[in-house]
């Protein structure tokens, strides 16, 4: 099973990330914001990960990992 990770503060919160995703799983989280005052982008379900690095791909600061 793939797994979504999100280097926190590296994340700017521009939501590229959320439109490439295929399964529609990637979403800006509210709770928490990093150094920068920013909320960040996190998976939302990662049992419906299929780990296709879109994702990650799109993310102009390397933000995202994905682990398979």
Same mark, same amino acid.
């Given at each position: 099973?793939?797994?979504?990770?999100?280097?926190?503060?590296? %994340?700017?919160?521009?939501?590229?990330?959320?439109?490439?995703?295929? *399964?529609?799983?990637?979403? +800006?989280?509210?709770?928490?914001?990093?150094?920068?005052?920013?909320?960040?982008?996190?998976?939302?379900?990662?049992?419906? %990960? +299929?780990?296709?690095?879109?994702?990650?791909?799109?993310?102009?600061? %390397?933000?995202? +990992? +994905?682990? *398979?």
């Amino acid at each position: 099973m793939a797994k979504m990770s999100v280097i926190f503060d590296r %994340c700017k919160g521009c939501e590229l990330c959320t439109t490439a995703c295929p *399964k529609q799983i990637v979403a +800006i989280q509210h709770e928490k914001r990093n150094k920068e005052g920013v909320f960040t982008a996190h998976c939302t379900d990662e049992s419906q %990960c +299929i780990g296709c690095a879109m994702c990650a791909m799109m993310c102009p600061d %390397c933000a995202i +990992i +994905i682990e *398979k």
